[in-house]
């Protein structure tokens, strides 16, 4: 069985940083890409960023050169360094991975998902 948890997150004044963290664990055979997913209150889930095993990184536009998305291969840890944040940053954050698949899609191939985990900004 494969796990993900998240940790990381926290309250935070606009113009604030955090980093979050996210750990695979489990019968990881193969591993493909990760990446941070977002759900704020009222709103759909939405693609935060999305790092690919060889590194290949992508980033909503709201959060491009704000955000950064990093991973540790040899542990299964995917990172999100998150610098001047803003109120509308506030969100409930999910890692997403895709495993133990023989052809990698992307995002829309994440097949496990973390709790989640709230990041609350203020102003």
């Known amino acids: 069985q494969v796990q993900l948890v998240e940790s990381g997150g926290g309250s935070v004044q606009a113009g604030g940083s955090l980093k979050l963290s996210c750990t695979a664990s489990?019968?990881?055979?193969?591993?493909?890409?990760m990446g941070w997913y977002r759900q704020a209150p009222g709103k759909e889930r939405e693609l935060v960023s999305s790092?690919?095993?060889?590194?290949?990184?992508n980033y909503a536009d709201s959060v491009e050169g704000r955000f950064t998305i990093s991973q540790d291969n040899g542990k299964n840890i995917v990172y999100l360094q998150m610098n001047s944040l803003k109120t509308e940053d506030t969100a409930v954050y999910y890692c997403?991975?895709?495993?133990?698949?023989?052809?990698?899609?992307?995002?829309?191939?994440?097949?496990?998902w973390g709790q989640g985990t709230q990041v609350t900004v203020s102003s």
């Open positions: 489990g019968y990881i055979y193969f591993r493909c890409g």
């Open positions: 790092i690919s095993r060889t590194g290949t990184t």
């Open positions: 997403a991975a895709e495993i133990g698949r023989s052809v990698c899609q992307g995002p829309r191939g994440y097949n496990y």
